[in-house]
């Protein structure tokens, strides 16, 4: 089905419910922009009614006994398809990243190349162990403890890793036995798509997974209070976490919130200046700054501030912005104008509050940038910590500068704010490396890292007002997909 737009034809992209591919009972549909050229239409989407996720939960209603009383060792050998064809198609839905999302093609492999590493450890965690064997005071007993699948669980995802977050909860929720209503971000939801089609043709049996786009009203609220959701998991803003968490409380669903972060690196006056220039402006401006564990916060010695700040310009005022398929870039663009107005309202906020503005700061619309969201790299200097910029979650290229006197001083700015995910020091003393990394309120710490670094076979989760419930990723992926049953056998 194809509809025209202006003068652009554009595909409208189906939905998936019970292993076909539908239409939505509603008939409107919504269009996606190229961030990088708003007059590009990327693909048009249902716009899935509250009657079309009911369908859909119908479906893994029904799938889930057939699929919980499938092997673990069968689940993984459809999943293990499924991986191969990621595989295959990474560059292809790399390029479908980009042009929803506007990050780097580089950046793009980057996040589906990790989601690879997410599904074969999930994969393998899945076979690895249902249970333990206990012993037990009482002569003549067997006894173990097992996990079993929850039921139909819901699956939220955002557009900053459109891929590899629907993965990392997919996986092990499917590996587990569970059944699957996924929903992507409105702003890249063919990279949802995508991501949905890899499992057609694998051997997953209808109903297992379903995909629906659409906005939080119809389709988010209703997964959220549906009581046969038993689950939720979703990676999104600290507000809408918060708004999730209270719906679905209500009827004690289970709920798993990784949400957003105000993330610092302390550089003590010790660090080497190279490493921790280098790894504030990766974590800064990679994907414009809108990882969740971005650094927005450089936390540095007064001794050393004044060579950082100006390393730090040096260097992000080099980066080339632009459109993300062009491999001369060092920075794209935003994802979409609402989230641009925002950041720039942050900007003029650190300005009205007092901030000294160092780099950047504008809307860049010259050349290529004129039809894209494309914000300069900018850097903040003068910047305490009660301020705004220093306290709210920016999600673009803005990076503020904070100065301090002391270790403690240090970690105190660093846990002043509601957020709690990411973190890093640089230093080459090792119990000021050690006394950071017991004091830092994070659920994600590094010693001379970038703040963003992690790997499959770890958690990853906040703590305060970044996250709740049991994190996701590593041994904790399956757990939070499960229940605990203990079993208690006499035998003689």
Not at 4 to 33: A, C, D, K, L, M
Not at 293 to 321: D, N, P
Request: negative net charge.
């Amino acid at each position: 089905m194809t509809t025209t737009i202006g003068n652009t034809s554009s595909e409208v992209h189906p939905i998936y419910i019970n292993g076909e591919w539908v239409e939505s009972s509603g008939g409107r549909t919504f269009e996606q922009r190229n961030p990088a050229c708003l007059s590009e239409i990327t693909g048009c989407f249902q716009a899935s009614t509250a009657d079309d996720t009911r369908r859909a939960i119908d479906a893994a209603e029904q799938a889930f006994p057939k699929w919980r009383d499938t092997p673990p060792l069968a689940r993984a050998e459809i999943l293990k398809k499924v991986l191969a064809k990621m595989i295959e198609r990474r560059e292809e839905i790399a390029r479908v990243l980009t042009l929803e999302n506007g990050k780097l093609l580089s950046e793009s492999l980057g996040e589906i190349n990790s989601a690879i590493r997410e599904m074969e450890f999930q994969i393998a965690e899945g076979v690895r162990s249902l249970g333990e064997v206990m012993p037990v005071s009482m002569p003549g007993v067997l006894a173990y403890h097992t996990r079993q699948p929850l039921g139909v669980v819901g699956i939220i995802t955002p557009w900053n890793f459109p891929f590899n977050v629907p993965t990392r909860k997919c996986a092990p929720a499917l590996m587990a036995g569970n059944t699957c209503v996924f929903k992507p971000a409105s702003l890249t939801p063919q990279t949802g798509l995508r991501f949905t089609e890899l499992f057609t043709g694998a051997g997953l049996p209808p109903g297992v997974l379903n995909f629906v786009t659409g906005g939080p009203r119809d389709v988010g609220d209703t997964i959220v209070t549906d009581p046969r959701i038993k689950a939720i998991s979703l990676t999104g803003s600290t507000d809408v976490g918060i708004q999730i968490n209270e719906k679905a409380s209500s009827r004690l669903a289970r709920t798993q919130l990784e949400l957003g972060g105000k993330n610092p690196v302390v550089v003590l006056k010790d660090a080497n200046l190279d490493d921790a220039v280098n790894a504030t402006v990766t974590a800064a401006y990679a994907c414009a700054g809108q990882w969740c564990t971005s650094t927005s916060r450089a936390i540095v010695a007064r001794e050393i501030a004044g060579e950082f700040i100006q390393r730090v310009i040096q260097k992000a005022g080099a980066l080339r912005v632009g459109n993300g398929l062009d491999a001369e870039t060092g920075m794209g663009p935003v994802c979409g104008t609402a989230q641009m107005r925002s950041i720039l309202a942050y900007i003029e906020k650190g300005l009205q509050e007092g901030a000294k503005l160092l780099l950047g700061g504008k809307q860049m619309t010259d050349g290529a940038c004129a039809d894209g969201c494309f914000i300069e790299p900018t850097v903040f200097g003068a910047v305490t910590p009660e301020m705004t910029i220093a306290q709210e979650e920016i999600f673009g290229p803005v990076l503020s500068v904070i100065e301090f006197g002391s270790l403690d001083e240090a970690i105190e700015i660093a846990n002043g704010v509601k957020y709690g995910l990411a973190s890093s020091v640089f230093t080459n003393n090792l119990k000021s490396a050690l006394t950071f990394l017991e004091r830092t309120e994070v659920g994600l710490t590094h010693v001379n890292m970038v703040t963003a670094y992690k790997e499959p076979q770890l958690t990853f989760g906040g703590i305060k007002q970044s996250g709740h419930g049991i994190p996701e990723a590593g041994k904790t992926g399956i757990e939070f997909f499960t229940e605990h049953k203990v079993a208690y056998v006499k035998y003689s």
